[in-house]
């Protein structure tokens, strides 16, 4: 049944968030979850609907079969193609091959900022689509609009991007349009705690691995301990409005900006990306002790590029439980053959650890967030320590209001010589060590970028990180005070 589930969700095609596609497989959802749930919602969000309407590309009069990224605008160029960014100039397009697609939003702003007229990418030999974006990384305020378009061609036909290229590219972009999460809701004798079990709906291409796959698995979960909601996520890859660059995630974020009663949710289990590759569980401290009950690869660290890292920010301790890797993510190949029995070897798997954890009593061990705070101390400012002592003796009294205020300080952190984003308590302060050496980007505080390398400039930037960093310290104590204030 579950392949059959997958199959006829898969059959809708790439759902981009707000897409009358989507609403169509909202429906199939629905279907789904309604026939053993006790009651079943469609809450509507507003998001951002971008679609590429029509693009002909192509070089020295070659037609090239490529695509446009997300969120490029409406363009019309005539160009010659250059592969160093230093010869763009204001008048030429720039190709890039890349190891990783993670590796797009850093070359993208190299492109805008060397003035090219748009940006060629290539991986493989496989139609590939990751969203661009221009500003401060990792910010979840307004950012700019793309202001050059990004595209994607095979690495076959990446030979033929040479000489004058004509790109003509009609993008239609939406950012009143509507995304709708299902959420299917099955009532236990405890209902005064709730468990959420979570996926994501929307994707590029296929999407069976990333993330139809988690979203056919959801009707399988049921506590006989805990009131239990199976949560279908729109706007999980694309659909951020205003452009932020923190642009995955929007649906699960406004679901729980809009959530009338965040401390009732016990626990959030998330599942993303579930392919052949060996399974990782991530999680926070406090929930180690039973993720390693009865599953061997726990990483002590949230995801990030999840819906999972949208309830650790509101406070709600999550798991996430994907694979390692996916050799066609975000990928046109990202389909799941009948002979691949890893995929459902790795389903028996989240199956059994799922429907034990949520079926078992379900208790906070704050000792493990004390022992990583104390881990954390020797990175922090004496002064921030000096609050943190008496936040370690709270948690020693398992008192889990205090450890949940505590779970909402993580945050991301992406160096510009690493290729991903990690995630780390009191990210500000830490962000800050990394910028003395090494370009970074800090979650909600900005990238901070070394402009000059001489010795005259280097000793008034340090000033000025050492500023900023008694400014964060400053916000850091104030928000444990309120956290403490009402045990002293």
Same mark, same amino acid.
């Given at each position: 049944m579950l392949l059959h589930y997958l199959k006829t969700l898969s059959n809708y095609g790439e759902i981009i968030t707000g897409s009358k596609n989507e609403t169509k497989l909202v429906k199939e959802i629905r279907k789904i979850l309604e026939d053993n749930s006790d009651e079943i919602r469609l809450i509507p969000i507003r998001v951002l609907n971008w679609e590429q309407k029509e693009l002909i590309f192509e070089c020295e009069s070659k037609l090239i079969d490529a695509i446009s990224l997300p969120y490029s605008l409406s363009t019309e160029i005539e160009a010659d193609v250059v592969d160093n960014f230093k010869d763009c100039n204001g008048r030429n397009l720039i190709k890039v091959r890349i190891q990783n697609l993670y590796e797009i939003n850093k070359l993208y702003i190299e492109a805008v900022e060397n003035n090219c007229l748009g940006i060629i990418f290539s991986l493989d030999n496989e139609k590939r689509k990751f969203m661009i974006k221009y500003g401060d990384l990792l910010s979840h305020k307004p950012s700019y609009p793309p202001p050059i378009p990004a595209f994607y061609v095979k690495e076959n036909d990446f030979p033929y991007i040479k000489g004058k290229c004509r790109i003509s590219l009609k993008t239609d972009l939406n950012p009143f349009a509507t995304g709708y999460i299902v959420e299917a809701i099955r009532n236990s004798r405890n209902e005064n705690k709730i468990i959420h079990i979570t996926a994501h709906h929307d994707h590029w291409f296929i999407g069976e691995r990333d993330n139809l796959l988690a979203v056919a698995l959801l009707r399988q979960f049921r506590s006989n301990i805990y009131e239990t909601h199976l949560i279908s996520f729109t706007a999980e890859e694309s659909g951020s409005f205003n452009f932020s660059t923190f642009s995955w995630s929007h649906g699960s974020r406004e679901f729980l900006k809009n959530y009338k009663n965040v401390d009732d949710i016990l626990l959030n289990i998330n599942m993303d990306n579930i392919s052949e590759e060996s399974l990782v569980l991530k999680t926070v401290p406090g929930l180690l002790e039973l993720s390693r009950k009865y599953f061997k690869n726990v990483v002590e660290s949230p995801e990030i590029y999840s819906d999972g890292y949208s309830? !650790?920010? &509101?406070?709600?301790?999550?798991?996430?439980? =994907?694979?390692?890797?996916?050799?066609? +993510?975000?990928?046109? +190949? $990202?389909?799941?053959?009948? $002979?691949?029995?890893?995929?459902?070897?790795?389903?028996?798997?989240? #199956? @059994?650890?799922?429907?034990?954890?949520?079926? =078992?009593? !379900? =208790?906070?061990?704050?000792? =493990?967030?004390? @022992?990583? #705070?104390?881990?954390?101390?020797?990175?922090?400012? &004496?002064? #921030? /320590?000096? +609050?943190?002592?008496?936040?370690? @003796?709270? *948690? @020693? /009294?398992?008192?889990?209001?205090?450890?949940?205020?505590?779970?909402?300080?993580?945050?991301?952190?992406?160096?510009?010589?690493?290729?991903?984003?990690?995630?780390?308590?009191?990210?500000?302060?830490?962000? #800050?060590?990394? &910028?003395?050496?090494? $370009?970074?980007? !800090?979650? $909600? *505080?900005?990238? !901070?970028?070394? *402009?000059?390398n001489d010795e005259i400039y280097n000793r008034f930037y340090l000033y000025y990180i050492n500023e900023l960093k008694e400014l964060i310290t400053t916000e850091y104590i104030n928000q444990l005070y309120f956290i403490l204030k009402k045990f002293f």
């Open positions: 309830y !650790i920010k &509101a406070g709600i301790p999550s798991i996430t439980i =994907e694979s390692l890797g996916n050799i066609h +993510y975000h990928g046109e +190949y $990202d389909i799941i053959e009948t $002979d691949k029995p890893n995929v459902f070897s790795n389903v028996t798997t989240i #199956l @059994d650890t799922i429907n034990k954890i949520i079926n =078992e009593n !379900i =208790e906070y061990k704050t000792h =493990e967030m004390r @022992d990583q #705070l104390k881990n954390n101390l020797w990175e922090l400012p &004496a002064e #921030l /320590k000096s +609050y943190l002592v008496n936040v370690k @003796d709270i *948690l @020693d /009294k398992n008192y889990t209001e205090v450890y949940r205020k505590i779970v909402k300080l993580y945050g991301g952190i992406l160096a510009f010589n690493q290729p991903y984003s990690k995630v780390e308590l009191f990210h500000k302060i830490k962000g #800050l060590n990394i &910028a003395r050496k090494n $370009d970074v980007c !800090i979650e $909600d *505080l900005g990238c !901070i970028k070394r *402009l000059r």
